[in-house]
């Protein structure tokens, strides 16, 4: 995984898809109450510019500990679920069901077709896939397991958003 996607050509698309899923969310204008799960460098906060709550695995951008400690409305994953296994994916979704059934998802997913791998050595992100252990056709299967699809978009043929509530 390259931390460095928010440099150079690969900038315009990452930026767009972040533009895109504030825009999907009306997350700008609507009071809810924000988790970018997977943060990273935290793009979703500085677009917004507002304050988040920003959880990651990585100890370098993490700001809370335990996701079950805090109140939100609407949870940001992009580009995340594919470096979860399928049990960790069901086990998140589950575990958010219990305790928050009217929380929100934006789930953004990279293609991983011929186009996201030619725009990858373009802007010379040869490790843009690596590390991957749940592929996007799995993870829409599994997504369409729990959730509805409130509404969807797509960045430049190459990532899809989804925006979805939990299925009764
Ligand atoms: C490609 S980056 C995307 C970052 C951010 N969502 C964005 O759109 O800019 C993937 C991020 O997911 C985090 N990540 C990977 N596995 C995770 C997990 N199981 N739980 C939380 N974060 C995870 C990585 O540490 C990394 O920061």
Redesign the pocket.
Known sequence: ???D??KGFGKIY?EK??KE?ISIGNLKINEKKIL?????????EKLLKKKILN????KK??EINDINNHNFDII?????L???SEG?IIE?FLQIKSTKSNCEFII?IGRMSLINKLASILSFNFKAHT?TKTYPDKQIKIILEYFEIISKKSVFFMTDIYYLKFRN
């Open positions: 995984m390259n931390e996607y928010y990452f898809i972040i899923i970018d799960y997977g943060c990273g460098v935290k793009y979703l959880f990651d695995i990585n951008y993490t940001v994953l992009n580009h995340v594919m470096y979860m960790q998140l953004g590390g």
